[in-house]
Structures are given as C-alpha cells and as structure tokens.
C-alpha cells in the first residue's frame, strides 16, 4: 500500500527575507569547471535538494526558489566529502531557509524518504536518473529527498530568490518550462496518498 | 539514503510459454465501457502492476509484455473489489508468469515498495501521477510495485505475449514509445542503489 504523507496548507507557512546569497559560480561553465577541480582532490560530488510539499485548497504544491525571475531551484546544495546526507541536507536547508538569528540551526528540518537520484557521468550539464552504461566514475550524484514540513514554520529568503509554490499539475509533463529534473517531481511523489490537514 | 536492490543477470531466469490469454476487452472503448460498468456497481478500480528488474552487463532491465508486436504493459492486472494489493498483484502475476503446473499460486512473488500510482479521472484513457485539481472521484488508481525477483525462476508466457527486457536507459524520455507511464520507471526506480549480482 502506498505510504501516506500529510500536507498543510501554504497559509500555516510564514514567509520573510535576508541578504542576498549570491551563487558561488557566475556561469555554467565555471560551475562545471569547479566541479572538475573538486572531482580530482575528493571524488564524486553529492548533492541534496529537499522536495518541501505544502497543499492549497487541497491540491499538493512544491516549494521552489525562484532566482533572477528566470530559473527554478530545489532548497539544498551539494555536500562535504564525508558529510552525512541528511545532516548537510538539514544544514543546507537552514543555510538558504531558515531566520538568521533565533533558530538553531537545521532543528527542525526533518529529512525523509530518498525519491530520486540524478547522475552526471561527466563534467557537462546532462543528467540521468540511472548510471548510464559503461559509466564507471559519474562525476556528481544528486539526491532528491522528502522534507517533512512541519505543520507550522518561519521560512527567511534571501533576497535574490524567490520562494514559489508550485502546483503539481505545473511541473507535470512541463520539462520544457521546469527542465527533465523539477517536472519529475509529481512522479516521485505519486507513491504518496496525500493527507489535507 | 537510498535503499539498496539487489538485481540478478537475465540469464539466470528460465522462459519458456502457456496457452494463450485473450485481452478481456477487445477495443479501449469496450475497456472504457466496461470500467464504466463496474464503477456503477463497485466504486473506483484498483489496478496493481509489477516492477520486474533485472540485469544484463551490469545495467537494469524492466521485464515488459508485448502484444501484438505492438503495445507494451508491466505484468499484472485490476484488481477484486476489497482485494488486498499485495496479494492481488501476486495472484495476477502467477495468473500471467507461473507455469500452469507445479507451482502454489502466487508462492514466491515478493511484493516490494508501492513506486507510483497513476489515476484515471474520467472514464478516458488519460492517466496522472496525483489526483487533478476539483476532482473527487477518480474512476482508477493505477499502483506500480516493486517486485523483488528471487535469484533464479521460472517465467512461463503465454502464446500470444512475448516477455522483453527493457534497458533503463531505452525507457528514459522515451514516451513517444513506451508513453507515459513505463517510460517513467527510470525516474521511479532511481531512488535505489542496485547491487548487480
């Protein structure tokens, strides 16, 4: 059977902004560059992203970020060499989202199932949601998992993103808007039976 | 973490054929009507299809029906009204992969995780991944399972149904072919590490 997961509604959710946080690399390119160089000193980069699901008027949307009115983001990043998924997840989580004083940090961001997970066999922008064959040494291994909103929460912004609700009958079929990664989102959470508090 | 599946080689299953099974409808208008008929007397349909993995050269491979040399569909079927999922999908598997003799029903078919469910809203052909918005009523929820297959087996096919492994990576963004359902089991099986045995 499937598994249940309750939702509660976007309005419980109190929304407020921080300093802008700029992106570590001004390009693709330099961003696929500092992959490279990672990759030769610590292996294979992990990734985390957190998949935060809130419901309005009963139907299930997903948290994104927002950045420049342009691109779509999951909440997380990629990890130390050694860190723990769920804890560099948790303080990635607290690093984008959470207040800047008052909250300790990640205390309650509460990590759950692994939905998916996204390689880079080489240093270019393509993903699969497999390791392709004959790809022995992938480059980057990005982890989708389910973050359990708790019924009430204080979510800080920075200023160069927002922070958007999006309706799953949006991301589906929609890879030409979301890309291959965020439109697959409604299948992951399709093993869900949704619970509207 | 991800979970981790064990996968075995293709080579080590056994095929061999049974009498042929005829489609109990003979057009998807008579399938229409028929679920139609049914949701007057018994409420929603419940349909339970298998995920069979395996591997060849170290890549996973989804075992798919073919019929007609055309259409392609997981093994399983609807299922009882009141039917438990587990046990129907099991009885629907020996029905469609046991040998005719020797075998107890259903007696290995291990059913794993619930991976997906597709529903129907509307006496129609199109299927989602959630419950569209201001719809209560779904006329079919779909669920894909996981099916752990056991190190070595016997798979028995009927006549007029050929038993295919498919790659990963052929199913991916291929819905021209395969449509939207199986062409995304790559995405729904990406929340595993496999382990090739």
Chains 1, 2 share one sequence.
Request: charged share 25%.
């Amino acid at each position: 059977m499937a598994s249940t997961l309750t939702l509660f509604p976007l309005s419980n959710y109190t929304f407020s902004t921080k300093d802008s946080q700029p992106e570590e690399d001004p390009s693709v390119a330099a961003r696929l560059q500092r992959l490279q160089n990672q990759y030769e000193d610590f292996g294979m980069r992990r990734t985390a992203e957190g998949i935060l699901v809130v419901h309005e008027h009963g139907h299930p949307h997903v948290l994104m970020l927002q950045i420049a009115n342009a691109f779509f983001k999951l909440p997380g990043d990629y990890l130390r060499p050694g860190e723990d998924d769920a804890e560099g997840l948790k303080r990635r989580l607290s690093e984008r989202l959470d207040p800047v004083e008052g909250s300790r940090p990640g205390e309650d961001w509460e990590i759950g199932d692994c939905l998916a997970q996204w390689w880079r066999p080489n240093f270019e922008s393509f993903m699969y949601p497999y390791i392709p064959a004959h790809v022995t040494k992938p480059k980057e291994c990005k982890s989708f998992y389910l973050v359990q909103m708790p019924p009430r929460k204080v979510l800080c912004v920075p200023k160069n993103f927002k922070l958007l609700a999006i309706p799953l009958f949006e991301l589906y079929d929609n890879s030409v808007r979301y890309g291959p990664q965020l439109s697959a989102i409604a299948h992951f959470l399709s093993r869900y039976n949704f619970i509207y508090a």
